[in-house]
C-alpha cells in the first residue's frame, strides 16, 4: 500500500506545488505587525474631574472605586495615579482564561456602576478599557504644523483626525497639543463692581438664557407643529447683545465683558523645528497589516500636503514603528535564502546535486505548509512567528537528510530507486520519528508558560512543532515520491561522483582509526569532557557571559525626558525642550535623523505616562540602521554630555524603547505607607545609598512634591452673617481663578464649551486671589478674604496607590557591562534589610523585570525538564530500555558547553531567547546519538560483540550525523554572524544552536561510542555474575 502511494508521483508532486502555491499565497495575504494579538488581562479605569487637586481625586474618585475594585477575584495587583484632575487605576488580573476573565471584567464594570452615585457631579464617567498588543503603544506619530497655533491649524488638525480615524485599520487616534474651542465671556471685575453685580450673577443670567427649551407640541388643524425656544447662539457678537440686569436697569453682556472665540487653557504644549504642532498617536486596530496602513497613512498625508500649504500647514510622519517588523522580515527572508544556499551546498558535497536539491526543497515546503496553517488559525506574521520559523530553519532538513543518506547508501549499491526508497525507510523510521517526536518534546510544554511572556512566546513553540510534524511529511512521502518519479540511478559513475564516494571512504575510514583510538583510552576521552565542562562553569563564574534577560532589538527611537523645578510654567518647560531639541539637530547626523519633537506637558516613561507643566519631552526618531550608522546606544551617548550642560531642569534622562512584551525598569522598589513624609525620608535615603552600589545607574522616583498650593476651606458663619450662599462664594472663586463652563453645546460639528472667566492679571501675592469682593444682598462689598480661611502648603502632583496603599517606587537601571538584574536587586534587596529597622511602619514590595524573571526562569525550567522527562519517555519506549535514555540525554549537557562557549566568543548575552535557543539545542542534539544507537542496537541484534557494533554503527551513521549537524549549522550560521543582516533578538538564537551543535556533534561521535561500550560491558557483566 505504501509503496504504491510511493510510486504515484504525480499525487505527490501536485500536493507538493498546492502546498507551495496556498502557502505562498498565505505569506503574502498574512496582516504583518511587530507583536502577537495579545489581551494582557490589563483593564484601565480612567476619571476626569477637572479642576480637582491629585488629593481631592485620591479622596473622591480614586478610593471608592478602588473599594469597589477590592471585592472582585482573581487580580494579581491594581496600580492606581491620582494627579489634578484624573484618576488613573490599573487592574492587573492573573493568567485566566478568556471566557473567565470576560466574566471579571463584566464584574468589574458592575462594581464600578454602583460606585457611580457616590462620585462628585463634576466628575466624568469612568472610561474603562482593556490594553492590548494594538493600543497598548502608537504605531505612528503624526503632526500637524504651521507657522503659529490659530484657529485654522486646530480646525485642520481635528479633520484629520476625524479623516484616520475612519480608517478601518486605524482603532484610536489621541491628540497632544490640541486645545478644544472655547465661547469665552471674560468679565471685567472692575466694571461689575461698578454696576454692584457680582460674578456669579451674571453666569446665572447667562445659563438661564443660553439654552434650548422644547416647549412642546401644538395642534394647527390636522398638522403637528413643534415649538421649539433656542437661545443658544454660535456667534460672539449674538452673545455679547444678552441684556444682563442691574440694580440701576439692564445693560448689554459685552458692556461688562469680552464675548470672544478662543481655546481651552492648554495642558500640553508640542513644537517641530520650533513652530507649533499638533501631534496624532496611532493605534492600530487588532490584526492589521501595519506594513500596509503605514503605507495607506504615507499616501494621505502625500496628498492632504497638497492641500494644507494653502493655509500655511503641513503633516510630517515623524514615527514609524513599522520598521523593526519591515527589517526583521528582511532579516529572516534574506537569512531563509542564504540558509537554503548554504543547505544546499552542504549535501551536494555529500550526496550529489540531484540529491542536494530534492532534500534542500524540504525547506520552502515546510515554510510553506506552516504560513498555511498559521493563516486558516488568523495569526498574524509578526517577531514571535519568525523566531519560531529562525529555530525551525536550523531543523527542517535533518530528517529528510537521514532518509535520503539511507535511500543514498542503496543507490550506490546498485538498487533501483523504488526499492532503495522503501528499505531505506524502513531503516531509519524508527530513529527518524524518535529524534522528531524528543525535538517536539522540548519545545511543546513551553506553549504552558504563564504570564505576559508566555503568551508573547505561546506561537513559537506551535511554530516549531508544525514545521516538524511538516518536515516528516515531506521526509516520509514527497522526498521518496521524487526519488522514485526522477528514477534517480546511481550506475553510472562520473569523475564527480567517483571523487565524492572516495571523499566517504577517506572520511569514515579517518573517523573509524581515531573512534577506535578514543575507545582504546577512553580515560583521556572523559577527561576531555570533563576540562571542556570545567572551562565552561568558569566562563559562568567569572561574569564572562553578560545576563540581560530581556535583550531585543531596541527601536530607533527614544526620549529625551526633562522634570523641571516645582512651579514651572508650561511655556518654560516647552523652552528648555526646545533648546535639547537644538542640541539633538546639531549633534546627530541629518542623514540619521528622522525627527526630534519637543513636548512640554506630559511624558512617557518605562512604567506610565506622567503629566503636569514640569514634565517636558524630546522624541527622537532615528532613520532605519543602515551600513556605519550609529547605534541608538552610541547617539544617546553622543548627546549626554551637552544635554546635561543645559541649565534649568532638575533632572534629564534617556528613555530607549524596545520590542517585545512590556517591560518596567531592571530595578523597581515600592516604599508603601501611610505617611508620605515617612515614605519620603526611606526613599530618600535608599537612593542616596543605592547610587554608591557598582553597576546601578539613572536612579529616580515617581514621586513630586508638587506646587504651592493656596486652600481655602468656607467661613459658614461669615457667608451667612453676609447674607450669602456657599454656592454664590464657590462659583465666584471658580469664575475669578480659572474660569467656569457654563455649558457645552454642538457648534459646527463638534462640541464647544462655553467659559466665563474673569480678566487675567498678574499677581504679585498669592493673596490677591481672595481680594475679590462680592456684593451682598443689601449692596455691601465683602472681600472673599473675610468668607474663607486661607492655609498654605506643598500639593503633590500625584499619588501612587499598588494595591491599595500609598507607594512611592524608586526606578533604576543598570549597567549590563558592570552587574545584571538578579545581582542588583539582591544588592538592593540587602541595603533596604540593613534599613528596615529605621522604618518600622513601611513595608517594600520588589517588583519590575524581576517579576517576570522570576517567573519565566521558575517556570521555564521546570517546563524544560517535563520536556526531558517526555523526552526520556519516548528513547526509552523505541529502545526498551531504562540506560540508554540516559546516555543519549547526557548529549544536552554536552550541547549546554557549546552554548556557553558560542556566548563567550560571540560576546552575545545570555537572555529568554538565548534561553529558547537552548531547548531548541536540546531537541537537535540528541538527534545524533538516537541514530548511532539505533543502528548498533540494530547490529547487537544480529550477534555482533559491543566494540563491533558500535564502531560499525558509528561509521556507517558518521556521513548523516555530518549532514544534519552541518545543514543546520550552515543555515543558521548567516543569521548568527549577520551575513543577511544581524538581529538582537535572532542571532543569539543561531549562536546557541550553532556552537552548541557544534561542540556536542564532535563530542557525540566519541564520548558517546564509549557510553555504549562501558554500558553494554557493564549488563554483559552483570548477566554473567546472575549465571
Not at 692 to 704: L, M, P, Q
Amino acid at each position: 500500500m505504501f509503496a504504491e502511494i510511493l510510486k504515484n508521483d504525480v499525487f505527490a508532486n501536485l500536493a507538493f506545488l498546492l502546498v507551495i502555491i496556498i502557502g505562498f499565497l498565505s505569506y503574502i495575504s498574512m496582516p504583518r505587525q511587530q507583536d502577537p494579538e495579545i489581551n494582557f488581562n490589563w483593564i484601565q479605569v480612567v476619571t476626569t474631574m477637572p479642576g480637582a487637586s491629585a488629593e481631592d481625586v485620591e479622596k473622591r474618585i480614586t478610593n471608592p472605586i478602588e473599594n469597589a475594585i477590592q471585592s472582585i477575584t482573581g487580580i494579581r495587583f491594581v496600580n492606581s495615579k491620582s494627579r489634578d484632575g484624573l484618576s488613573s487605576i490599573l487592574v492587573r488580573f492573573n493568567d485566566l482564561p478568556p471566557r473567565e476573565f470576560d466574566k471579571r471584567m463584566s464584574e468589574l464594570r458592575r462594581e464600578i456602576q454602583n460606585k457611580e452615585s457616590q462620585l462628585p457631579s463634576a466628575a466624568g464617567k469612568p472610561f474603562i478599557f482593556e490594553i492590548t498588543t494594538s493600543n497598548g503603544f502608537p504605531t505612528a506619530m503624526i503632526l500637524v504644523t504651521g507657522p503659529s497655533y490659530d484657529e485654522g491649524l486646530r480646525c485642520y488638525a481635528k479633520r484629520v483626525d476625524k479623516e484616520l480615524t475612519r480608517f478601518k485599520e486605524i482603532d484610536r487616534v489621541t491628540l497632544s497639543g490640541y486645545t478644544e474651542p472655547e465661547l469665552q465671556v471674560i468679565l471685567m471685575p472692575e466694571k461689575l463692581m461698578a454696576l454692584g453685580l457680582n460674578a456669579s450673577d451674571v453666569a446665572d443670567n447667562i445659563a438661564n438664557t443660553f439654552q434650548d427649551i422644547s416647549v412642546g407640541d401644538i395642534n394647527v388643524g390636522n398638522q403637528s407643529w413643534l415649538v421649539r425656544l433656542t437661545g443658544i447662539y454660535n456667534d460672539p457678537k449674538k452673545l455679547g447683545e444678552t441684556r444682563i440686569k442691574t440694580s440701576g436697569g439692564d445693560v448689554a453682556l459685552n458692556t461688562i465683558a469680552t464675548v470672544q472665540r478662543g481655546r481651552e487653557q492648554p495642558t500640553e504644549l508640542v513644537t517641530y523645528k520650533g513652530k507649533p504642532a499638533i501631534m496624532l498617536s496611532i493605534a492600530k486596530s487588532p490584526n492589521t497589516n501595519t506594513l500596509k496602513m503605514l503605507e495607506r497613512i504615507k499616501a494621505y498625508i502625500t496628498e492632504n500636503n497638497r492641500h494644507a500649504v494653502q493655509i500655511g500647514a503641513k503633516l510630517v510622519l515623524v514615527d514609524d514603528q513599522t520598521e523593526i517588523t519591515r527589517n526583521a522580515l528582511q532579516v529572516m527572508q534574506n537569512n531563509a535564502l542564504l540558509g537554503l544556499c548554504m543547505v544546499l551546498l552542504v549535501t551536494f558535497i555529500f550526496l550529489g546535486f540531484k540529491m542536494s536539491l530534492l532534500t534542500s526543497i524540504a525547506i520552502p515546503f515546510v515554510l510553506a505548509g506552516v504560513f498555511w496553517v498559521l493563516n486558516i488559525q488568523g495569526e498574524t506574521l509578526n517577531v514571535m512567528v519568525l523566531l519560531g520559523v529562525v529555530i525551525s530553519l536550523g531543523m527542517l532538513v535533518d530528517d529528510a537528510v537521514v532518509v535520503v543518506e539511507s535511500i543514498y547508501y542503496r543507490l550506490e549499491r546498485g538498487a533501483d530507486a523504488v526499492t532503495a526508497s522503501i528499505e531505506g525507510l524502513k531503516e531509519v523510521v524508527a530513529p527518524v520519528t524518535s529524534s522528531v517526536l524528543t525535538t517536539i518534546a522540548a519545545f511543546l510544554p513551553l506553549m504552558l508558560l504563564p504570564g505576559i511572556l508566555g503568551q508573547f512566546l505561546e506561537v513559537v513553540p506551535f511554530v516549531v512543532t508544525l514545521a516538524l510534524l511538516l518536515s516528516l511529511i515531506e521526509a516520509y512521502w514527497i522526498l521518496p515520491a521524487h526519488i522514485i518519479g526522477f528514477n534517480i540511478r546511481l550506475n553510472h559513475i562520473g569523475w564527480l561522483q567517483h571523487r565524492r564516494q572516495y571523499f566517504l571512504r577517506q572520511l569514515r575510514r579517518y573517523y573509524s582509526h581515531l573512534l577506535i583510538k578514543a575507545l582504546r583510552h577512553p580515560l583521556r576521552i572523559a577527561a576531555g569532557g570533563l576540562v571542556a565542562l570545567m572551562l565552561a562553569v568558569i566562563i559562568i563564574v567569572s561574569g564572562f557571559v553578560k545576563v540581560n534577560f530581556f535583550a531585543s532589538d531596541t527601536l530607533r527611537l527614544f526620549y529625551i525626558n526633562i522634570e523641571m523645578p516645582i512651579g514651572t510654567t508650561l511655556e518654560k518647560t516647552l523652552s528648555i525642550a526646545e533648546a535639547i531639541e537644538s542640541k539633538v539637530r546639531e549633534i546627530v547626523k541629518p542623514q540619521e535623523l528622522r525627527s526630534a519633537v519637543s513636548t512640554a506637558g506630559q511624558q512617557f516613561t518605562d512604567t506610565s505616562p506622567l503629566s503636569g507643566n514640569i514634565f517636558g519631552q524630546v522624541a527622537v526618531s532615528l532613520r532605519p540602521k543602515e551600513g556605519n550608522m550609529a547605534s541608538v546606544d552610541d547617539v544617546i551617548t553622543s548627546l549626554k554630555k551637552s544635554v546635561h550642560n543645559i541649565l534649568g531642569p532638575v533632572n534629564i534622562s534617556f528613555f530607549r524603547l524596545s520590542g517585545g512584551p512590556p517591560k518596567g525598569s531592571p530595578i523597581e522598589l515600592k516604599i508603601q505607607g501611610e505617611n508620605f513624609d515617612d515614605i519620603r525620608r526611606a526613599v530618600s535615603d535608599m537612593m542616596q545609598d543605592m547610587s554608591t552600589i557598582k553597576g546601578i545607574r539613572d536612579i529616580k522616583s515617581n514621586d513630586s512634591l508638587g506646587q504651592s498650593e493656596l486652600r481655602l476651606e468656607l467661613n459658614q458663619n461669615a457667608i451667612l452673617q453676609a447674607g450669602l450662599s456657599s454656592h454664590m462664594v464657590r462659583r465666584t472663586l471658580s469664575i475669578m481663578v480659572d474660569g467656569h463652563v457654563i455649558t457645552k453645546f454642538q457648534g459646527q460639528g463638534e462640541e464647544i464649551s462655553l467659559l466665563v472667566r474673569a480678566e487675567s492679571r498678574d499677581t504679585i501675592n498669592i493673596n490677591d486671589v481672595i481680594s475679590y469682593y462680592i456684593i451682598s444682598s443689601s449692596g455691601d462689598e465683602i472681600p472673599l478674604s473675610q468668607l474663607v480661611n486661607a492655609y498654605y502648603q506643598k500639593s503633590p502632583t500625584q499619588i501612587v496607590h499598588h494595591n491599595f496603599l500609598r507607594t512611592i517606587t524608586i526606578y533604576a537601571d543598570i549597567d549590563t557591562q558592570l552587574t545584571n538584574t538578579r545581582t542588583a536587586n539582591d544588592e538592593v534587596m540587602a541595603l533596604w534589610q540593613s534599613k528596615a529597622s529605621k522604618y518600622p511602619n513601611l513595608r517594600i514590595e520588589r517588583s519590575g523585570l524581576l517579576d517576570d524573571i522570576n517567573e519565566s526562569l521558575e517556570n521555564i525550567l521546570i517546563l524544560f525538564l517535563f520536556g526531558m522527562l517526555l523526552m526520556y519517555l519516548i528513547i526509552a519506549t523505541q529502545f526498551r530500555s531504562y540506560f540508554q535514555p540516559l546516555i543519549i540525554l547526557l548529549t544536552v549537557f554536552l550541547a549546554f558547553i557549546g552554548v556557553i562557549f558560542g556566548l563567550a566568543v560571540s560576546r552575545q548575552p545570555f537572555s529568554l531567547y538565548t534561553m529558547y535557543g537552548a531547548v531548541a539545542l536540546a531537541g537537535i542534539s540528541v538527534n545524533a546519538a538516537i541514530v548511532l544507537v539505533s543502528a548498533a542496537n540494530e547490529r547487537r541484534n544480529r550477534g555482533m560483540s559491543p566494540l563491533h557494533a558500535i564502531v560499525y554503527a558509528s561509521r556507517r551513521r558518521v556521513v548523516p550525523i555530518l549532514i544534519t549537524s552541518l545543514t543546520t549549522i550552515a543555515g543558521l550560521s548567516s543569521l548568527a554572524i549577520g551575513v543577511g543582516g544581524r538581529s538582537a533578538l535572532w542571532s543569539p538564537i543561531a549562536t546557541v544552536i550553532v556552537w552548541g551543535l557544534a561542540i556536542s556533534t564532535l563530542l557525540t561521535l566519541f564520548v558517546i561510542p564509549g557510553l555504549y561500550l562501558g554500558f553494554e560491558r557493564i549488563k554483559h557483566l552483570k548477566k554473567q555474575k546472575a549465571y
